[in-house]
């Protein structure tokens, strides 16, 4: 059974900085490049960054470009997320994502697996 965990939402002052775990079990997971999604309250959930399975590749929402920093430890069976220069419209419930094929500027259908997600609140 695969399970993707994330850790480390919260709340912060905007400028702030936050970081976020996502912990994997049940799968192999250096065969998957991973990525963060996240959904503002009445918006679509829309692709935040990804990075391939060997961290060699990553990209980014250009909302985010420059501020977040994605990366991975396959030893670990862990990704994460680095947020800074965090703003309200940072403001989200953020999900962990794994794919089977190919990291990229990911549309919503194409993660085979998901977590439950975790909220992150940037206060102005």
């Known amino acids: 059974q695969v399970q993707l965990v994330e850790s480390g939402g919260g709340l912060v002052q905007a400028g702030g900085s936050l970081g976020l775990s996502c912990a994997a079990s049940g799968l192999t997971f250096s065969n998957y490049a991973m990525g963060w999604f996240r959904q503002a309250p009445g918006k679509e959930r829309e692709f935040v960054a990804a990075?391939?399975?060997?961290?060699?590749?990553?990209y980014y929402a250009d909302s985010v470009k420059g501020r977040f920093t994605i990366s991975r430890n396959n030893a670990k069976k862990t990704m994460y997320l680095r947020m800074d220069s965090l703003k309200p419209e940072d403001t989200a419930v953020y999900y962990c994502?794994?794919?089977?094929?190919?990291?990229?500027?990911?549309?919503?259908?194409?993660?085979?697996?998901w977590g439950q997600g975790t909220q992150v609140s940037v206060s102005s």
């Open positions: 990075v391939s399975w060997n961290s060699l590749n990553t």
């Open positions: 994502a794994a794919h089977g094929g190919s990291a990229g500027i990911w549309t919503e259908g194409l993660p085979d697996y």
